[in-house]
């Protein structure tokens, strides 16, 4: 497994593709359709860099993935320790970092699977509330995650040959910020892309408050925004060093408890010498 | 000039400018141009007179008009989106900042960035930037008029895996590296394989070879990157704080540095006590 210092100098190397090659965008999908295929009660899918496989590569939400693929293997080929699983999920935090989105915390330790989920986990972008209700919580995730990373599409663009869609969300695709929820908010706009999965936000009236609050509040969507990826980048994953920071407060806990009850101890003899 | 109140407000201002330079250097792969603002705002120091130095006094005409800073309009003009969104920063700071993310969106290494730089009217002379047409002696006597050192000299010109001369600029043209938007140490191993098709190298760089004080750092900064970054970023952020003292430097303390410490205290308050219990106990024994 990777150290510190090689997801360093891996994270050094994506910032500086994803900046020179303007590829945030692909690379924010590319994380993202990785994780996405999380079922938590199978405990299936998810960020363990399967998405790699010809065989997922080729499913239809996949389309046009590989470029990311293919982008990715250049840093791969500097840093081999690094695991796909965690070098795709660096590549989604850096394309949020590198386009003025808020930092995401990362921790190392994902391992490879080259077992695929069956097509279909992925959300479909022409259904509705349901559909993207039952597609997130099979992944664990509830609406304000829905919506917060929904704000992911401030990046980017649908490309016809891919998805069948067209254009970007956003009048700056290359910026993230909230001005996606209120390109949602402000409704059409000529040139401006909105899926039917993006109108259910506005139409839903719970996925709506959360729009609405995104729209009006750029921190907050940061702040939401980064908790969710977090969330999402770590499905079916329990970072290492969380356990490790757990397990030093446990300690720290224990050895405070033993001291206390050593001391009541040693005062309850001293009383006792006391009265004889 | 008032003082910089450097309060919450005004960090919050920081970090959204250091959002903004992010989003803003990496779309329009301007990298270079910008660093190359940040240290021609910062090199005019001189520390005998305690003129010059890192204060935006760049952006008046009259100085970005000197021969050394032809084409900087353009990074000011870039600077100047950032600012009307942010119009608490300083110049001095924002220019400082757009030089520090430069490097980190290129791949390079976190320079430390401290803000409260005060913003200046005045500019010095022109004259005060190194000629690139030069050698040894002048490099030396520019940069130690600053107050930099040897290393410095050599950790910063490495700054030139970064970019192009162009020709209609300073008069020199190309890129000193193949990869001119990649951060390494391309540089010092270019300098050292010697000409090659393509590629530049000023006088300026050459006398990096001539001098054997400056030569030791380039053998080093070629074999060893992880040596150049950081050598590299103690003297950016040097340049970046020529004449400038950072109000009170905060310690930014991590969560487990902090529980090991509580930790410890925790354990040393207890040890004494039980020290003392026992010391009283046995006393009573007796």
Same mark, same amino acid.
């Given at each position: 497994m990777?150290?510190?210092?090689?997801?360093?100098?891996?994270?050094?190397?994506l910032?500086?593709?994803?900046?020179?090659?303007?590829?945030a965008?692909i690379?924010?999908?590319?994380?993202w359709?990785?994780a996405?295929?999380?079922?938590a009660?199978?405990k299936?899918?998810?960020?363990?860099? +399967?998405i790699?496989?010809?065989?997922?590569?080729n499913?239809a939400a996949?389309t046009?993935?590989?470029?990311?693929?293919? =982008?990715?293997?250049?840093?791969?080929?500097?840093?081999?320790?690094v695991s796909?699983?965690?070098?795709y999920?660096l590549?989604?935090v850096?394309?949020v970092?590198?386009?003025?989105?808020?930092?995401?915390?990362?921790?190392?330790?994902?391992k490879?699977?080259?077992a695929s989920?069956?097509?279909g986990?992925l959300?479909?972008?022409?259904q509705?509330?349901s559909h993207?209700?039952?597609?997130?919580?099979r992944?664990?995730?509830?609406?304000?995650d829905?919506?917060?990373?929904?704000g992911?599409?401030?990046l980017g663009?649908?490309?016809?040959?891919?998805?069948?869609?067209?254009g970007?969300?956003?009048?700056?695709? =290359?910026?993230f910020?909230n +001005?996606y929820?209120?390109?949602?908010l402000?409704g059409?706009s000529?040139?401006?892309?909105k899926l039917?999965t993006d109108?259910v936000?506005v139409?839903d009236?719970?996925f709506?408050?959360f729009?609405?609050?995104?729209?009006?509040?750029?921190?907050?969507?940061?702040r939401d925004?980064?908790?969710s990826?977090?969330?999402? +980048?770590e499905l079916g994953?329990s970072?290492p060093s969380?356990?490790?920071?757990?397990?030093?407060k446990?300690?720290?806990?224990?050895?405070?408890?033993?001291?206390?009850?050593?001391?009541?101890?040693?005062?309850?003899?001293?009383k006792t010498?006391l009265?004889k | 000039?008032?003082?910089?109140?450097?309060?919450?407000e005004?960090?919050?201002?920081?970090?959204r400018?250091?959002?903004?330079?992010r989003?803003l250097?990496?779309?329009?792969?301007?990298?270079?141009?910008?660093?190359?603002?940040a240290?021609?705002?910062?090199?005019?120091?001189?520390v005998n007179?305690?003129?010059?130095?890192?204060?935006?006094s760049i952006?008046?005409?009259?100085e970005?008009?000197?021969g050394?800073?032809?084409?900087?309009?353009?990074?000011l003009?870039f600077?100047e989106?950032v600012?009307?969104?942010?119009p608490?920063?300083?110049?001095?700071?924002?220019?400082?900042?757009?030089?520090v993310?430069a490097?980190?969106?290129?791949?390079?290494?976190t320079?430390?960035?401290?803000p409260g730089?005060k913003?200046?009217k005045?500019s010095?002379?022109?004259?005060r930037?190194p000629?690139?047409?030069?050698?040894?002696? /002048?490099?030396?006597?520019?940069?130690?008029?600053?107050?930099?050192?040897?290393?410095?000299?050599?950790?910063?010109?490495?700054? /030139?895996?970064?970019?192009?001369?162009h020709?209609?600029? +300073?008069?020199f043209?190309?890129p000193?590296?193949k990869e001119?938007?990649?951060?390494?140490?391309?540089y010092?191993?270019e =300098?050292?394989k010697g000409?090659?098709?393509?590629?530049?190298?000023?006088?300026?760089?050459?006398?990096?070879?001539?001098d054997p004080d400056?030569?030791?750092?380039?053998?080093?900064?070629?074999?060893?990157e992880?040596?150049?970054?950081k050598d590299?970023?103690?003297? /950016?952020?040097?340049?970046?704080?020529l004449?400038?003292?950072p109000?009170?430097?905060?310690?930014?303390?991590k969560?487990g540095?902090?529980?090991?410490?509580?930790?410890f205290?925790?354990?040393?308050a207890?040890a004494v006590v039980?020290?003392?219990? =026992?010391?009283?106990?046995?006393?009573?024994?007796k």
């Amino acid at each position: 497994m990777a150290d510190g210092k090689e997801m360093e100098r891996a994270r050094r190397d994506l910032r500086a593709l994803i900046s020179s090659k303007n590829c945030a965008p692909i690379m924010l999908r590319l994380a993202w359709h990785d994780a996405g295929t999380y079922d938590a009660k199978t405990k299936t899918g998810g960020p363990n860099g +399967s998405i790699r496989n010809q065989a997922e590569l080729n499913h239809a939400a996949n389309t046009g993935l590989k470029i990311a693929i293919d =982008l990715c293997e250049e840093v791969k080929a500097k840093h081999p320790r690094v695991s796909y699983a965690d070098l795709y999920q660096l590549a989604g935090v850096v394309a949020v970092e590198v386009t003025g989105g808020p930092t995401i915390d990362f921790d190392g330790g994902r391992k490879d699977s080259m077992a695929s989920p069956e097509e279909g986990r992925l959300p479909d972008a022409k259904q509705g509330a349901s559909h993207l209700r039952n597609v997130f919580n099979r992944m664990g995730l509830s609406d304000q995650d829905i919506v917060a990373l929904s704000g992911g599409h401030t990046l980017g663009r649908a490309h016809a040959e891919r998805s069948g869609f067209q254009g970007p969300w956003t009048r700056d695709p =290359l910026k993230f910020d909230n +001005s996606y929820f209120l390109e949602l908010l402000r409704g059409d706009s000529t040139g401006l892309l909105k899926l039917p999965t993006d109108k259910v936000l506005v139409e839903d009236p719970q996925f709506r408050k959360f729009v609405t609050l995104y729209a009006e509040d750029e921190e907050a969507f940061f702040r939401d925004y980064a908790a969710s990826h977090k969330r999402l +980048s770590e499905l079916g994953f329990s970072p290492p060093s969380s356990l490790r920071l757990a397990m030093k407060k446990t300690m720290i806990a224990a050895v405070v408890a033993v001291t206390v009850v050593f001391l009541s101890y040693l005062y309850e003899i001293n009383k006792t010498e006391l009265s004889k | 000039m008032a003082k910089v109140i450097v309060d919450s407000e005004y960090l919050k201002d920081v970090e959204r400018a250091r959002r903004e330079l992010r989003s803003l250097i990496s779309g329009k792969n301007c990298a270079p141009i910008m660093l190359r603002l940040a240290w021609h705002d910062a090199g005019t120091y001189d520390v005998n007179t305690k003129t010059g130095g890192p204060n935006g006094s760049i952006r008046n005409e009259e100085e970005y008009a000197h021969g050394a800073n032809s084409g900087l309009k353009i990074a000011l003009e870039f600077c100047e989106q950032v600012k009307s969104k942010c119009p608490k920063i300083t110049y001095a700071d924002l220019y400082q900042l757009a030089g520090v993310v430069a490097v980190e969106v290129t791949g390079g290494p976190t320079v430390s960035f401290v803000p409260g730089r005060k913003d200046s009217k005045i500019s010095p002379k022109e004259g005060r930037l190194p000629d690139a047409n030069k050698g040894v002696p /002048h490099l030396k006597e520019v940069f130690y008029r600053m107050g930099l050192s040897d290393k410095d000299i050599v950790a910063l010109s490495g700054g /030139h895996t970064l970019g192009r001369a162009h020709p209609e600029r +300073s008069g020199f043209d190309g890129p000193w590296t193949k990869e001119p938007l990649k951060f390494d140490n391309s540089y010092f191993q270019e =300098l050292l394989k010697g000409e090659t098709e393509g590629l530049l190298k000023l006088k300026t760089d050459l006398a990096l070879l001539d001098d054997p004080d400056f030569r030791r750092y380039v053998e080093l900064y070629a074999k060893d990157e992880d040596a150049f970054f950081k050598d590299y970023a103690e003297s /950016h952020k040097k340049l970046s704080e020529l004449g400038f003292t950072p109000p009170g430097a905060k310690t930014i303390v991590k969560d487990g540095t902090i529980l090991a410490q509580s930790a410890f205290g925790i354990a040393v308050a207890a040890a004494v006590v039980i020290a003392g219990y =026992l010391y009283e106990a046995r006393k009573k024994m007796k």
